[in-house]
């Protein structure tokens, strides 16, 4: 069973910095492409930052270029998240996503909150 455990979430002050974790498992494709998403309340879920576990291409949309980045660690499964000079527009539930096989999973979500 597949299977995403994000951690990493808390309070934080704006300018301040979280990392958040995403230990996968439960498969052992090296084909995959995952994926944080977030959704703050009342707004729909969007990409934070995409990369291909294949070419290690990486996608972050202008909201947060030069402030997030994603990295991995694949001894261990495991995916993070480090977001520098957070800013309360960040406040967010963030979501870790696995696009593997042609099959979307997701993790529980971890909420991250930024008070200005």
């Known amino acids: 069973e597949v299977r995403l455990v994000e951690s990493g979430g808390g309070l934080v002050q704006a300018g301040g910095s979280l990392k958040l974790s995403c230990a996968a498992s439960?498969?052992?494709?090296?084909?995959?492409?995952i994926a944080w998403l977030r959704q703050a309340p009342g707004k729909e879920r969007e990409a934070v930052v995409c990369?291909?576990?294949?070419?290690?291409?990486?996608y972050y949309p202008d909201s947060v270029k030069g402030r997030f980045t994603i990295s991995r660690d694949n001894g261990k499964n495991t995916v993070y998240l480090q977001m520098n000079n957070l800013k309360p527009e960040d406040t967010a539930v963030y979501y870790c996503?696995?696009?593997?096989?042609?099959?979307?999973?997701w993790g529980q979500g971890t909420q991250v909150t930024v008070s200005s």
């Open positions: 996503r696995l696009l593997l096989a042609g099959a979307l999973y």
């Open positions: 990369v291909s576990n294949s070419d290690n291409s990486t």
């Open positions: 439960g498969f052992t494709h090296d084909d995959y492409i």
